[in-house]
T-cell receptor, first 114, second 113 residues
């Protein structure tokens, strides 16, 4: 696609529920990233995919967070048993290659956990 | 100490003035530095990248890097109201060859007519 697409744009859920956030990167971009941005804060790195493997998962905050990627396209970030501190905007970004560190971000998925 | 520090602002400048945004970082190994602009409710947008000591100019924007002082700055000349946004400084984590960025918390810039 022309840009990085994310869905849903907004998600409100109850504490304890599971959520899935989807990212469709720019066509041809092999590298894909997930970041989290809490209100009034900078972005926090969560995970990096090169193709469908994740060589760096070091930013995932707990084992409630997981992500997968199909080939060199869509990625899904799953948060199980959501907590209120998970409320944030989850941003996906992609780049042409892993060695290219110029990232293009999607519009984000705003998650609110009640 | 935060890995990437910025003054949160808000920084307020009149239209036509020079806005100066500053950032310090703690990782001496870092080699790649970026400035992103983020309008309220929108995603970050890359406006400048810099890799070598010195100045890099692009239109009204100038990025300055001093690796010895671990300092990077962004100057915006002839500031316009449309420049009002949050500016995020980002540094590639030292020792990584991919886009694992560490961000500052951002500086809110307001340009008033």
């Amino acid at each position: 696609g022309a840009g990085v697409s994310q869905s849903p744009s907004n998600k409100v859920t109850e504490k304890g529920k599971d959520v899935e956030l989807r990212c469709d990167p720019i066509s041809g971009h092999t590298a894909l990233y997930w970041y989290r941005q809490r209100l009034g804060q900078g972005l926090e790195f969560l995970i990096y995919f090169q193709g469908n493997s994740a060589p760096d998962k070091s930013g995932l905050p707990s084992d409630r967070f997981s992500a997968e990627r199909t080939g060199e396209s869509v990625s899904t970030l799953t948060i199980q048993r959501t907590q209120q501190e998970d409320s944030a905007v989850y941003l996906c970004a992609s780049s042409l290659t892993g060695g290219a560190n110029v990232l293009t971000f999607g519009a984000g998925s705003r998650l609110t956990v009640l | 100490q935060k890995e990437v520090e910025q003054n949160s602002g808000p920084l307020s400048v009149p239209e036509g003035a020079i806005a100066s945004l500053n950032c310090t970082y703690s990782d001496r190994v870092s080699q790649s530095f970026f400035w992103y602009r983020q309008y309220s409710g929108k995603s970050p947008e890359l406006i400048m990248s810099i890799y070598s000591n010195g100045d890099k100019e692009d239109g009204r924007f100038t990025a300055q890097l001093n690796k010895a002082s671990q300092y990077v700055s962004l100057l915006i000349r002839d500031s316009q109201p449309s420049d009002s946004a949050t500016y995020l400084c980002a540094v590639v984590a030292g020792g990584t060859s991919y886009g694992k960025l560490t961000f500052g918390q951002g500086t809110i810039l307001t340009v008033h007519p």
